[in-house]
């Protein structure tokens, strides 16, 4: 009977290890991002559908440190002519981004975007206040948005 304990008690600690590298794996090859764009859509209205993205949260990591704050980094790319009709509503001035995804959770992002991407910006489109801000930059050559959101949702 002791015997048979063992035996399972052994096979659970080797599925255990497994089952963990198998969750790694399934993560690395995701690239760690999010890729819906129901969110961002949510989040930032104005820019309409979406064609796609690739973003992270601060809330998507195995820390478990609990926070009220959401923070939400990344890109997306704008449906055919957005950009153009967003130009020409709002006054844009060229400004590249402060940093390179320096947040900790950011860091599946570094390298991803568009290549060599010259970077525009409305003060308009961007929000700040008590509790939230957003920070969009845009890219005319491949209609990308990249974005920077503290409590996007309100």
């Given at each position: 009977?002791?015997?048979?304990?063992?035996?399972?008690?052994?096979?659970?600690?080797?599925?255990?290890?497994?089952?963990?590298?198998?969750r790694q794996v399934a993560k690395a090859a995701k690239g760690d991002w999010h890729t819906d764009t129901a969110s961002l859509e949510r989040a930032f209205p104005l820019l309409g559908p979406l064609a796609d993205a690739k973003w992270v949260s601060s809330r998507d990591n195995d820390r478990?440190?609990?926070?009220?704050?959401?923070?939400?980094?990344?890109?997306?790319?704008?449906?055919a002519g957005k950009l153009a009709e967003l130009t020409a509503a709002?006054?844009?001035?060229?400004?590249?981004?402060?940093?390179?995804?320096?947040?900790?959770?950011?860091?599946?992002?570094?390298?991803?975007?568009?290549?060599?991407?010259?970077?525009?910006?409305s003060q308009e489109l961007d929000r700040d206040g008590s509790g939230y801000s957003t920070t969009l930059w845009f890219d005319r050559r491949s209609d990308t948005v990249r974005f920077w959101a503290l409590n996007p949702y309100g």
């Open positions: 009977m002791e015997r048979r304990k063992l035996i399972g008690i052994g096979a659970g600690l080797v599925v255990l290890p497994a089952w963990w590298a198998a478990g440190i609990p926070s009220s704050e959401l923070v939400i980094s990344g890109f997306a790319r704008l449906t709002y006054l844009f001035v060229s400004e590249e981004p402060a940093d390179d995804f320096s947040s900790w959770f950011e860091k599946p992002l570094k390298g991803e975007g568009p290549e060599n991407p010259r970077w525009i910006r």
